[in-house]
């Protein structure tokens, strides 16, 4: 099998292509094989919406379903064993990669359940748990980057446990989570951790800041309101990146580190499929290739790449100032963007945890069904 040029060249550029998705049925169809075959997928990320949209279609679940309802499981140990195999499953067709990678790429993502998004201490405990029940090297436990959830990230990388921050919205919430990894790389190093086997991405996410900032603007309505439109998200982007420059490939604290083996926590864009049909749906790709990086895309958003994605080399590095002068229209204009990003981040909490409310209530529905 060959793969897909578009793809293939992205991948060389520097951006590790993952699949935003997974289900029992791409995994027992040859499915995520076939994208990593012909689509340059090397990884794959999870999240709650993620696991209710798979377990609430088909009945490829309904065997283990029953069988746990046979065993008296409730609905949250029924959830956790069963997303838990599916993500075994999914880093054991990914094990190649990771070892071919050196152990960069080939990874499965994994989220906390979201009603712990602001208890430090019961996140803390589950990724560890995660981290146990699905036992694979190439794992990632997925934490928000909220203010509870700052800590558990620095204490979770502390005991050798690779980490995916998600739900980034602001560079200076990046800075907060570059912080709390490199002290967590620092506390692992004094227990003795080979901190080369520790990675981390920061994902940061992109088309929702312009779906706020758009909202925003069109209420504005003034003709230089409305020419700012669809451009706060890549700007947001490439200002993180940029942070990621000065903090891994310049800072001393991280040499230091570096110097002990620690990697570098990537950039990871996510949230990248476009949901604005006036702009191209390649933009939250093409738009942010930069060495390093990893591009978290729907299936939808990899053919869209694979069909009529133009890449054209590196489309971040040095673009910085010209990106804070995106941000500084949209402040003149009257764009509060911290609130915009607070905004967001609620939203993000939200989601996550209304999808698990409809996850626990499908699956409830299951094992009752089940029973009878």
């Not at 790449?305 to 590095?317: E, F, M, Q, R």
């Amino acid at each position: 099998m060959t793969q897909n040029e578009n793809l293939a060249a992205l991948s060389a550029a520097g951006v590790s292509v993952w699949l935003d998705d997974l289900s029992r049925e791409r995994l027992q169809t040859g499915n995520l094989q076939e994208l990593i075959d012909t689509r340059s997928v090397v990884g794959v990320t999870t999240n709650p919406s993620i696991f209710q949209a798979a377990l609430s279609k088909g009945n490829a679940y309904d065997g283990q379903v029953k069988e746990l309802a046979e065993r008296g499981a409730d609905v949250d140990a029924t959830i956790r064993t069963v997303t838990t195999d599916d993500v075994r499953n999914a880093c054991d067709v990914l094990a190649k990669v990771h070892e071919q990678s050196g152990g960069v790429d080939g990874r499965v993502s994994i989220e906390v359940d979201p009603r712990l998004a602001h208890d430090t201490d019961k996140t803390i405990l589950q990724a560890i748990e995660l981290w146990k029940i699905v036992d694979r090297p190439n794992l990632l436990i997925k934490i928000p980057a909220t203010e509870a959830g700052l800590p558990a990230i620095t204490a979770v990388i502390a005991e050798g446990i690779s980490v995916n921050v998600t739900l980034i919205f602001s560079v200076e919430r990046h800075r907060a989570v570059m912080d709390a990894y490199l002290a967590g790389l620092e506390k692992a190093k004094e227990a003795g951790h080979d901190l080369s086997k520790i990675h981390s991405v920061a994902s940061f996410f992109v088309s929702r800041v312009d779906t706020e900032v758009d909202k925003r603007l069109e209420k504005i309505g003034s003709d230089e309101a409305l020419a700012l439109r669809g451009k706060a998200g890549v700007a947001n982007a490439r200002l993180a990146y940029g942070a990621y420059e000065e903090v891994f490939l310049g800072g001393d604290r991280f040499s230091a580190l570096g110097a002990d083996g620690a990697r570098v926590q990537r950039p990871l864009w996510a949230s990248t499929g476009v949901k604005n049909p006036d702009y191209s749906d390649t933009l939250y790709v093409t738009e942010l290739v930069a060495p390093n990086t990893v591009n978290t895309m729907p299936e939808k958003t990899i053919d869209a790449v694979a069909d009529h994605g133009v890449v054209t080399g590196d489309t971040v590095t040095g673009r910085a100032a010209e990106s804070q002068e995106v941000f500084d229209k949209l402040s003149a204009i009257g764009i509060d963007l911290t609130d915009v990003f607070l905004v967001l981040e609620n939203e993000g909490v939200d989601k996550f945890e209304k999808s698990w409310q409809e996850l626990m209530e499908a699956t409830q529905g299951q094992l009752d069904a089940a029973k009878k």
